[in-house]
Structures are given as structure tokens and as C-alpha cells.
């Protein structure tokens, strides 16, 4: 009996021991990947997986851990584990499997996973870019093709990247073993220190040798990377660990961030290096670059106030050297996952890499067009060969001659990321044909001489036309990817005005007009009617055109918002039109519906069909015969203000657009 006891004890201390000891290991583990050093985790969290130690939470780290180092396939290991585990996980966990997936090649599940993400967030943009562009491989593959590259020639087998032009050199950032004696390492990925190199463009199109970047002052034991240089080389804004005198400083948590310093160029040494003011121990900025005018600073950041992992900031540079606010550049730019490397072009084009957009895979490059009043145009994927499965990040290009480099961590590569070259042999300028016939929508006759104009998302006159003698009209260069507004205008035709999406993938767009003819004012004489009395005030003669609800003093909108049935309120007031419709039996009355611009062009049509038709049903409820009575919706094609499609309009605007009309079309 005491053996038995003894074993039994001899047992349970061992299983103490042994939950203690992977106790301690999740806790190292966990303490590694809580202060970034993926690298360190990912071996300590496969020790445990080995060990047959799995659950949900090792699960999302590793894969997380292995994401963070652009170790995308081994990733996908893990994400895959975990979803056999438990499927019900947070959005980022969704799309990070997503994007593992894509490196791996198998675009059809990816797909599925995001339409399951989709089902379960509506909110994450994320997804919604998705659910507006599911066709965004084939959009992908009609950008692809613009670009020659090549190995840029100045490769190791370690990290090389970010790289930048200073007169005829390229400045990079490099991992590189130096042959010291002493090495430091990154804890992130446990690789080398990154530091600046440079290396001369000869005019022959060769690569001399990569040297320090002005060793004597830059080259020190702190990461430093992805510089930018003003156009006359003396300033230069770059990005290093967060440092004192020299040293990496950490915060109570022993995290190192990153900040944003700049250098003058003084005797041709960098001097009077100093920090962005703000910078922040607590969260890292990072990878700058400069507007054209170089009045504007770009950067990347996880500061508050950022949608995801890290979004794209801009700061203003004022004339005495201060700074002003940082400000997110929003969800026109910026997504819940990852938005880094930002790069502003002499064309006042942003380029930068995301994770959080339907792409190929890891960080792909995308670019948009900076408006003149600050807001961005279409975002849209650069395509292949630039982007790979794997992370692309760091694109430049020279305005001029399209010549650039770009980054990558893409198989087949020299070292853990390569910095390639390139050539746009063509640019990425999607414009095509609008064009169409306009025709009178009772006769279908052709109508030559019809004024049209096309306004812009922000009602802004893009182009004029007028059709030709056989109806025919066109607008030549209309950009793709944007919705506009074609307004008609004829003498004695109503005007129209018909929302339009030029969509990729097509040489043009064709939209056929049928405009309708304006129903003249016929006073009608010895007419059945010579005059009605309303609230005892005599009306003479009404003629075939007039709007019964006007005439009559009825709401223009008698529903809910978004809703078809006539409310309960309204009916009153409607019971007006039918005491004169029973009242003058001859009358035939077109019921039109009208929606405001919010919602689709489609949902509008839709709804204002509805409208249309509960009017004419609840008509015929009270006793009119249906055959005096036809009915159609308009949505939003006849607005009588400025307020289309965005637009910033009061609701009193709206309003107007929101309206029912009552037209008489036979006495």
C-alpha cells in the first residue's frame, strides 16, 4: 500500500513539474512576442507545438509570428491549424489566412475565406473593398504587364531594401554582414542590424561597389533605414530605432519603436541629427517621404487615430522648419491591416504597400492620383511582374525617364528581401470611349442637336458634347473606374440626367439615352373641365401636363424613409385627389416617383418603381378605375438640384428629390 502511495506521489510530482515547466514556456513564449522579437517566439512557440502542446492561442501567435517576418507559407501552417480548431475568429485572423493563402497560390479558397469574413463584418473595409471588387484579379491582370525589372546588382544573402536616389548614387538599407567582430540583431526577425549603404548608377547602366552610407556619422549600432533627400541633397528625413546619445532606448515594456530624424548636410558630413517632434516612445514612426513641393511629409505610423496594424500619416513642413499635426490620410488610403512605404511621385502620385486590399498576396504596391484639394482618386493595384505572392514594398520611380526600384521578399531571390530595378514601358492611364445615341423615348427617332454634359462625383462640368445628325455623342477620354452624371437638355424635351460607372477591362462604355418630350400646357377648350373648386377657391381651365399633387397642395412625399407603403399621416390629404378624380371622371393622371441620390442608382430605381405602383394600388382602393391611372418610377435620374451622387447636401435638399407627382396626361 505505501509503494502504491509512493508511486502515486512519484507521479504527481512529475506532472507538477511538467505543467510547471510548459507553464514557463508558454509565459517566455508569450513575453517574446509581446515585445516583438518574432523570430525568438516562433522558435519558442514550435518547441511547444512539437511537444504536442496545441491551443487556439499558440496557434494565432505563431502564425502571426511567422506573418510579421513575411514568412508567409509557414504562416499559412499555422493559420490553417488554427481554423481546424476553432473557425470563429477575429477579422485579422481571417484575412491574415487570406493573404497566406494567396502566397501559396490557392486564390479560390482565399476567396471563400473572405466571403465568410464578409457575412461575419460589415463595418471592416477591408471587406467591403473586397464586396465592391471581386473581380480584382482580372483588374489585376489588365494593370499587369507595364513593367521591366530585373535584380537591381547590389544584393546579399541578407536583407536588402528601401532604397532611395541622392544625385547619381542609390541609397539602400542592408543587413549585411560587415565582418565585425561584434554583430547585433534585430530582434524582430534575429537578423543583422540594418544600416544605410550607397553605391554609384554609372551612366553605362552598371553598379559599382556598395560602400557605407557616411559611415561616421550613421553608420552606428541602431537599425536605420528607408531615407528620403530633399532635391537639393543637403536635408535628408530617415527612420531609426528609438535612441539616446547613441543608444537604443526602450519603454517599461522593453520595446525599442521606431522614429523619424533628420540630417543637414554640413562640409559634406550629416550633421545635427535630430528627432521629428512627433515622435513617441510608445509607438513607432516610420519610412518617410516627401511631396513634390516638399511641403509635405509622408510617413507610416501605429499612432492613435490608425485603422489598423499601420496606416499612412501626413504632417506639413512650415517655412520657419516647425511641423504641423499629423493626419491620417483615411479610409480612401488607408485599411484595417497594413499600409507602409508611402512614395510621392513628381506627378503627385502616392504609392505605398498594403495588406489590407484585394491583391496577390502579402504587401502589394498600389497607387493613387493626390486631387488638388488634398483628396485621393481610385486606388488601384500596379499589378505584375511588381507584384508577387510574397511582400513588394519600397517602390520609387523617376518621373521622367520611369525608371525605378522596388523591394521584395519574393522567392528566387538573392537574400531575405532584394531590391529590384525597373522600367514602366507603359503607364497606368486607364481612359476609354462614352458614347451612345439619344433617342425620343415614344417615337425612337433619333434627336440630333441634345446638349450634354458629364459632372463628376463632385458635380464638377468634365466634358460637353452635343450629338451628331444621326443622335450619335461621345466623350473621348473619360478615366475608368469612376462614376459620373450624364445630363440631357433639348428645347421642348425634359431634361435627364442618368448616374454612369466606366468600369475597367472594357475599350469603351456605351449608354443609349431615350429623353422624353415635355407634355406642352394645353388649355383645354369647351373641355369636360372648365374650372374646379378647391377649398372653395375657383381654378379656370387645368390643361394635360399639370401636376395634380401641386395643384392640389399634396405632400410630395408621403413614405418613410426607404419605405414604399403611403403612411397612414398622409392619406388625408391624398383622399384630396380622389374626390377630384371621382369628381371629373375623364381624367387620366401618370403617377412618377422620385427618389434623392443616396442609396444606388439601382436600389433608388427599384424603390421608386414601388412607390409608383402603391400609389396607383392604393388609387384604385378607393375607387378609381385603374385604367386611368399608369405608373413609374424615376429614382434618382430627374433631380431638381445639384445633389447627386457625393454631393454634400443638407436633408432639407434631399428633400426636394424625395417628391411625387400627379401628372395629367388625358381630360
Same mark, same amino acid.
Given at each position: 500500500?505505501?509503494? =502504491?502511495?509512493?508511486?502515486?506521489?512519484?507521479?504527481?510530482?512529475?506532472?507538477?513539474? +511538467?505543467? /510547471?515547466?510548459?507553464?514557463?514556456?508558454?509565459?517566455?513564449?508569450?513575453?517574446?512576442y509581446d515585445s516583438y522579437a518574432y523570430a525568438d517566439a516562433v522558435k519558442s512557440y514550435e518547441k511547444l507545438v512539437e511537444k504536442g502542446y496545441k491551443e487556439e492561442k499558440i496557434f494565432q501567435k505563431l502564425g502571426n509570428s511567422y506573418y510579421f517576418i513575411g514568412e508567409l507559407k509557414q504562416a499559412l501552417k499555422y493559420y490553417e491549424e488554427l481554423f481546424l480548431l476553432n473557425d470563429n475568429q477575429q477579422a485579422d485572423y481571417f484575412y491574415r489566412y487570406c493573404e497566406c493563402l494567396k502566397?501559396?497560390? /490557392?486564390? #479560390? =479558397?482565399?476567396?471563400?475565406?473572405?466571403?465568410?469574413?464578409?457575412? =461575419?463584418?460589415?463595418?471592416?473595409?477591408?471587406?467591403?473593398?473586397?464586396?465592391?471588387?471581386?473581380?480584382?484579379? $482580372?483588374?489585376i491582370k489588365s494593370n499587369s504587364g507595364r513593367f521591366e525589372i530585373a535584380d537591381a546588382g547590389i544584393n546579399s544573402k541578407d536583407s536588402d531594401y528601401g532604397s532611395t536616389?541622392?544625385?547619381?548614387?542609390?541609397?539602400?538599407?542592408?543587413?549585411?554582414?560587415?565582418?565585425?567582430?561584434? &554583430? &547585433?540583431?534585430?530582434?524582430?526577425?534575429?537578423?543583422?542590424?540594418?544600416?544605410?549603404?550607397?553605391?554609384?548608377?554609372?551612366?553605362d547602366g552598371s553598379i559599382g561597389k556598395p560602400m557605407f552610407f557616411h559611415k561616421k556619422n550613421l553608420a552606428v549600432n541602431l537599425n536605420q533605414s528607408t531615407p528620403v533627400f530633399t532635391k537639393d541633397g543637403k536635408t535628408m528625413y530617415f527612420t531609426r530605432n528609438n535612441s539616446v546619445d547613441g543608444k537604443r532606448k526602450q519603454n517599461e515594456n522593453k520595446i525599442t519603436f521606431l522614429k523619424l530624424y533628420k540630417a543637414v548636410l554640413i562640409d559634406e558630413e550629416w550633421k545635427e541629427v535630430k528627432e521629428l517632434p512627433f515622435n513617441s516612445d510608445e509607438y513607432s514612426v516610420a519610412h518617410p517621404a516627401l511631396s513634390a513641393d516638399e511641403r509635405t511629409l509622408y510617413f507610416a505610423s501605429d499612432m492613435p487615430g490608425t485603422l489598423g496594424q499601420s496606416d499612412l500619416? =501626413?504632417?506639413?513642413? !512650415?517655412?520657419?522648419?516647425?511641423?504641423?499635426?499629423?493626419?491620417?490620410?483615411?479610409?480612401?488610403? /488607408?485599411?484595417?491591416?497594413? $499600409?507602409?512605404?508611402?512614395?510621392?511621385?513628381?506627378?503627385?502620385?502616392?504609392?505605398?504597400?498594403?495588406?489590407g486590399r484585394p491583391g496577390l498576396g502579402g504587401l502589394d504596391v498600389y497607387v493613387s492620383k493626390i486631387a488638388k484639394d488634398g483628396s485621393f482618386e481610385e486606388v488601384q493595384n500596379v499589378g505584375e511582374p511588381i507584384n508577387s505572392r510574397q511582400d513588394d514594398f519600397a517602390f520609387i520611380i523617376n518621373n521622367k525617364n520611369r525608371n525605378g526600384f522596388f523591394s521584395s521578399n519574393r522567392e528566387n531571390g538573392q537574400g531575405l528581401d532584394d531590391v529590384y530595378r525597373f522600367t514602366e514601358i507603359r503607364k497606368l492611364i486607364c481612359e476609354q470611349e462614352l458614347s451612345g445615341t439619344i433617342t425620343d423615348i415614344e417615337t425612337k427617332e433619333t434627336l440630333a442637336g441634345v446638349s450634354l454634359i458629364l459632372f463628376d462625383e463632385t458635380r464638377q462640368n468634365v466634358f460637353e458634347a452635343v450629338s451628331d445628325q444621326?443622335?450619335?455623342?461621345?466623350?473621348? !477620354?473619360?478615366?475608368?473606374?469612376?462614376?459620373?452624371?450624364? #445630363?440631357?437638355?433639348?428645347?421642348?424635351?425634359?431634361?435627364? $440626367?442618368?448616374?454612369v460607372i466606366i468600369k475597367r477591362g472594357a475599350a469603351k462604355t456605351t449608354l443609349m439615352v431615350s429623353i422624353e418630350k415635355k407634355a406642352k400646357p394645353i388649355v383645354v377648350k369647351n373641355?369636360?373641365? &372648365?374650372?374646379?373648386?378647391? /377649398?372653395?377657391?375657383?381654378?379656370?381651365?387645368?390643361?394635360?401636363?399639370?401636376?395634380?399633387?401641386?395643384?392640389? +397642395?399634396?405632400?410630395? !412625399?408621403?413614405?418613410?424613409?426607404? &419605405?414604399?407603403?403611403?403612411?397612414?399621416?398622409? $392619406?388625408?390629404?391624398?383622399? #384630396?385627389?380622389?374626390?377630384?378624380?371621382?369628381?371629373?371622371?375623364?381624367?387620366?393622371?401618370?403617377?412618377?416617383?422620385h427618389t434623392d441620390s443616396r442609396q444606388s442608382a439601382e436600389n433608388n430605381m427599384i424603390l421608386s418603381d414601388k412607390r409608383a405602383i402603391s400609389t396607383k394600388e392604393w388609387l384604385v382602393k378607393k375607387g378609381i378605375n385603374s385604367s386611368r391611372l399608369t405608373a413609374k418610377g424615376y429614382g434618382e435620374t430627374q433631380l431638381v438640384n445639384k445633389c447627386a451622387d457625393g454631393v454634400k447636401c443638407t436633408e432639407k435638399q434631399h428633400q426636394q428629390n424625395r417628391r411625387s407627382e400627379f401628372i395629367i396626361v388625358g381630360l
Open positions: 500500500m505505501k509503494i =502504491k502511495n509512493l508511486a502515486y506521489s512519484f507521479l504527481f510530482i512529475c506532472f507538477f513539474f +511538467n505543467v /510547471n515547466a510548459q507553464t514557463a514556456s508558454v509565459k517566455k513564449a508569450d513575453k517574446q502566397a501559396s497560390g /490557392n486564390y #479560390k =479558397k482565399a476567396d471563400e475565406i473572405l466571403e465568410k469574413l464578409s457575412e =461575419k463584418t460589415v463595418l471592416d473595409n477591408r471587406t467591403v473593398l473586397f464586396k465592391k471588387n471581386r473581380n480584382y484579379l $482580372e483588374e536616389i541622392l544625385g547619381t548614387k542609390l541609397v539602400f538599407t542592408s543587413a549585411r554582414d560587415t565582418g565585425s567582430i561584434i &554583430k &547585433k540583431n534585430f530582434r524582430w526577425t534575429n537578423k543583422a542590424i540594418s544600416t544605410l549603404y550607397a553605391v554609384e548608377m554609372m551612366p500619416f =501626413k504632417v506639413s513642413i !512650415n517655412a520657419d522648419g516647425t511641423y504641423g499635426k499629423p493626419e491620417n490620410l483615411g479610409t480612401e488610403i /488607408n485599411t484595417e491591416g497594413r $499600409e507602409t512605404f508611402p512614395f510621392i511621385s513628381e506627378d503627385n502620385e502616392i504609392y505605398f504597400s498594403s495588406d444621326n443622335g450619335n455623342y461621345i466623350f473621348p !477620354n473619360v478615366k475608368c473606374g469612376k462614376k459620373y452624371t450624364l #445630363k440631357t437638355s433639348k428645347t421642348d424635351y425634359e431634361i435627364k $440626367e442618368i448616374p373641355a369636360v373641365i &372648365k374650372s374646379i373648386k378647391i /377649398n372653395a377657391v375657383t381654378i379656370k381651365p387645368i390643361a394635360i401636363g399639370t401636376d395634380l399633387a401641386k395643384l392640389l +397642395n399634396i405632400p410630395m !412625399n408621403f413614405f418613410d424613409l426607404g &419605405k414604399a407603403t403611403i403612411k397612414k399621416t398622409s $392619406e388625408p390629404q391624398l383622399m #384630396k385627389a380622389v374626390a377630384i378624380l371621382k369628381q371629373y371622371p375623364t381624367v387620366q393622371l401618370d403617377i412618377r416617383s
